[in-house]
């Protein structure tokens, strides 16, 4: 969460030309409010099981670029279909990075609220391993959003080459 998919997603989108989902957002359409609301209001497992369904529906599409939400791979259905059916790029930052970009993600993100810096760490480094354990042969880290674009574009386009 927070690591850029989104920003570098839809540049990477635009130099493959194809169409870009985010899948908080398409969250936030069906449910007709923002994410901490629907938290609020419907709770954690009912954003989950939405989650999961449309990583599902939308990752046996063709031709897209798909960013989800930082705790997607947590469960096991979203890490096995993704990997079946998708290219999955991991976007790797540092602690040092992430902690510095934590005060603006506290607003928006429900699972980084109330929590103390320890905690932070804590989930940041569990998921860490569980992100680094389950990517395609692509993973980034410590970059600059176009630069990432730029590199990720040519590296799949390649690779596309290589399998075609
Ligand atoms: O999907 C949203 C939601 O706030 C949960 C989340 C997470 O578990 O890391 C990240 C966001 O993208």
Redesign the pocket.
């Known amino acids: 969460?927070g690591a850029g998919k989104t920003t570098v997603g839809k540049l990477l989108a635009r130099r493959l030309y194809r169409d870009f989902i985010d899948?908080?957002e398409e969250?936030e359409k069906a449910f007709g409010m923002p994410?901490?609301e629907i938290?609020n209001v419907y709770g954690e497992q009912a954003?989950r099981d939405k989650?999961r369904e449309l990583i599902k529906a939308f990752g046996s599409q063709p031709l897209l670029v798909i960013s989800?939400?930082?705790?997607?791979f947590?469960q096991e259905e979203n890490r096995r279909n993704c990997l079946a059916n998708c290219t999955v790029l991991y976007f790797d930052i540092s602690w040092d990075s992430w902690k510095e970009r934590i005060h603006i993600l506290t607003e928006?993100?429900?699972?980084l609220k109330d929590k103390t810096l320890q905690e932070m760490e804590q989930l940041f480094r569990e998921?860490q391993s569980i992100y680094a354990a389950n990517h395609s042969e692509f993973r980034v880290d410590n970059f600059e959003a176009m630069d990432a674009a730029d590199y990720l574009a040519d590296s799949l386009k390649m690779s596309w080459d290589i399998h075609a």
């Open positions: 969460m899948i908080d969250i994410i901490p938290f954003f989650e989800v939400g930082g705790g997607a947590l928006t993100r429900p699972l998921r």
